[in-house]
């Protein structure tokens, strides 16, 4: 059935009208919409989801230690929702340009992030995250929903240039609700430009429940501005994949804009600074976990005698490694001075901002004081 067309509260109950290749318990399900994206899969593509999948999820919870250790001063976590953004991600051209939010650890991890490029944002050092230029992949937004303007400006210069590549933004489901996304929308379809729209529906906006936001699936609401859409399962990375290349290959051939939802969940909090528990059932979580990303894949490899234990030695190593060296770039890292922020404001210093200066100096002593 189309996803689009289904009048039903999402809850975490609602994932078969989500489009899917592997079942929760690994199994492969037909899927002709989806199938004919994945023709060229073998068992080495799919140990290698598996690896990129369990190296995220070790690089995510370093993350989380080192802000409970004091060494950053936030962290969004992505647990549980590896599949939608290795999938989405792995189907990328190199000269695609990804526009995420805050929550895309995986997306950074595919277009080649570098160990200190994970924490430098979230440690408040200088400099963005990473640079956008090398991993094609603008700064992390805050600003919810911004980023999604920012895609369909970016996709109408590629269309004014018709040069090979696709716009791809990435938002969860809260920030459907903002008009930024509603207003990309419009003007992608409008200008038939060239970018994707990647909803990453995890069922919580920080406290609020998707079904709040929305009586029906969110990948409903694409259909309206003249936009396609596919609603897939999005804790399964072989539909995520093909439903990413099937998004491209629509928005590559000039037909316009295309728009994904991927249903899954965060098991984690909103931000390290949020106690889901507040607002969360346990048995809501636990139903979760049952349709872990990971676990899944690892069924299907095993069932298919694709999982050995040298593979899954060898994973393991990537990811320690890759969590040691994240963790040895953050400690590593030397912070300015507080008082070189004024630095290379203006090309000649001022008054005005000697006069701000010296009132930061005299902020910064009371510190001192105490």
């Known amino acids: 059935m189309s996803p689009h067309t289904a009048p039903i509260v999402d809850t975490a109950h609602d994932l078969e009208l989500a489009e899917r290749i592997l079942a929760p318990d690994g199994s492969r399900v037909p899927n002709p919409q989806l199938d004919r994206h994945l023709t060229d899969l073998t068992p080495q593509t799919l140990r290698d989801l598996h690896r990129d999948m369990v190296v995220l999820r070790r690089i995510d919870a370093e993350g989380v230690a080192l802000q409970r250790q004091g060494q950053l001063g936030l962290w969004a976590p992505c647990q549980g929702q590896e599949a939608a953004q ?7 051209a190199p000269q695609d340009f990804v526009f995420p939010s805050y929550r895309e650890t995986g997306v950074m991890y595919v ?40 895609a369909a ?8 240039e018709g040069i090979d590549e696709v716009a791809v933004a ?3 489901d809260g920030a459907t609700s903002q008009g930024d996304v509603n207003e ?20 919580w906006a920080i406290s609020e429940p998707v079904g709040l936001q929305s009586q ?49 969940y965060r ?53 320690d490694a890759a969590a040691r060296e994240m963790r040895a770039a953050c400690l590593g890292m030397t912070t300015r001075p507080p008082l070189a922020v004024f630095d290379g404001v203006y090309a000649e210093p001022h008054s005005g901002l000697a006069r701000q200066r010296e009132q930061y100096r005299a902020y910064l002593d009371t510190f001192a004081e105490a």
């Not at 400006?153 to 004014?160: E, K, P, S, T, V």
């Not at 990309?184 to 069922?203: D, E, G, K, L, T």
């Open 216 to 264: 029906y699936p969110l990948a409903g609401r694409a259909p309206g501005f003249g936009i396609p859409s596919l609603r897939v399962d999005g804790n399964d990375v072989l539909a995520c994949l093909a439903a990413m290349r099937w998004a491209l290959e629509h928005a590559r051939s000039g037909k316009g804009p295309a728009y994904l939802e991927a249903v899954t």
């Open 184 to 203: 990309a929308m419009i003007f992608a379809s409008s200008y038939r430009a060239p970018v994707v729209f990647v909803c990453q529906n995890n069922h």
């Open 86 to 92: 290795i999938g989405t991600a792995r189907a990328l």
């Open 267 to 319: 098991m984690g909090p909103h931000t390290t600074a949020d106690d889901p528990k507040r607002y969360r059932d346990d048995a809501e979580l636990e139903a979760w976990r049952r349709r872990d990303p990971i676990t899944r894949l690892e069924a299907h490899l095993r069932a298919a005698g694709q999982l050995d234990e040298a593979h899954l030695a060898a994973v393991q190593e990537a990811a």
């Open 170 to 172: 990435y938002f969860g």
């Open 111 to 150: 277009r080649g992030a570098q160990p200190g490029d994970y924490v430098r944002m979230w440690r408040g050092e200088e400099g963005a995250a990473y640079d956008p230029a090398a991993l094609r992949m603008a700064p992390l937004q805050i600003i919810i929903g911004a980023q999604t303007l920012h």
């Open 153 to 160: 400006g970016y996709a109408l210069g590629i269309r004014n």
